[in-house]
T-cell receptor, first 110, second 114 residues
Framework: EDQVTQSPEALRLQEGESSSLNCSYTVSGLRGLFWYRQDPGKGPEFLFTLYSAGEEKEKERLKATLTKKESFLHITAPKPEDSATYLCAVQGGSNYKLTFGKGTLLTVNP | DTAVSQTPKYLVTQMGNDKSIKCEQNLGHDTMYWYKQDSKKFLKIMFSYNNKELIINETVPNRFSPKSPDKAHLNLHINSLELGDSAVYFC?????????????FGSGTRLTVV
């Protein structure tokens, strides 16, 4: 069964303090790894899809990277509006099912 | 215009009742999903439909029955509600089964069973 583990569970940063979130996974035949952002009381919002080790994607202050066993979401000079829960999900090749991790709750203080 | 809309947003009901949650998407997507997010924020797939055809049916009690009258709608009916069914239920859609461009989620239905 596909598994996704995210760490840390919660992360508190000062505005401008860069850091990384980790997503480690086990999946039979990784087809894609996805990052989502979820704000309180809302549904997750799609950020990135990564397909193969070495791939990187960027969006504003966020950069996602992928290795054969884990993915990192790097946050550079975060702002308070980056505060949210960041979810990682993997998709195996057999039925395209998306398996989510429990997320990392990021809080950025001004 | 809301891309994926769910109704109702909140649902409080007694144990043993039957309830339905409705979902509609106006994105022209082929694939729709129901996810359950429990109190620990863990998001878990329940069902997936592609062009009205059921393609993913996870280990979910028979009391949960999805229905897709057309590819823009996916409803969830729950019989004999139990306390453990309390959670936030999210509907989502994607362009196709691969979901390469990501899923678009609704804002969720918070179900509380008392």
């Amino acid at each position: 069964e596909d598994q996704v583990t995210q760490s840390p569970e919660a992360l508190r940063l000062q505005e401008g303090e860069s850091s990384s979130l980790n997503c480690s996974y086990t999946v039979s035949g990784l087809r894609g790894l996805f990052w989502y952002r979820q704000d309180p009381g809302k549904g997750p919002e799609f950020l990135f899809t990564l397909y193969s080790a070495g791939e990187e994607k960027e969006k504003e202050r966020l950069k996602a990277t992928l290795t054969k066993k884990e993915s990192f979401l790097h946050i550079t000079a975060p702002k308070p509006e980056d505060s949210a829960t960041y979810l990682c999900a993997v998709q195996g090749g057999s039925n395209y099912k998306l398996t989510f991790g429990k997320g990392t709750l990021l809080t950025v203080n001004p | 215009d809301t891309a994926v809309s769910q109704t109702p947003k909140y649902l409080v009901t007694q144990m043993g009742n039957d309830k339905s949650i409705k979902c509609e998407q106006n994105l022209g997507h082929d694939t729709m999903y129901w996810y359950k997010q429990d109190s620990k924020k863990f998001l878990k797939i329940m069902f997936s439909y592609n062009n009205k055809e059921l393609i993913i049916n996870e280990t979910v009690p028979n009391r949960f029955s999805p229905k897709s009258p057309d590819k823009a709608h996916l409803n969830l009916h729950i019989n004999s509600l139990e306390l453990g069914d309390s959670a936030v239920y999210f509907c989502a859609s994607s362009q196709d089964v691969r979901g390469d461009y990501g899923y678009t989620f609704g804002s969720g239905t918070r179900l509380t069973v008392v």
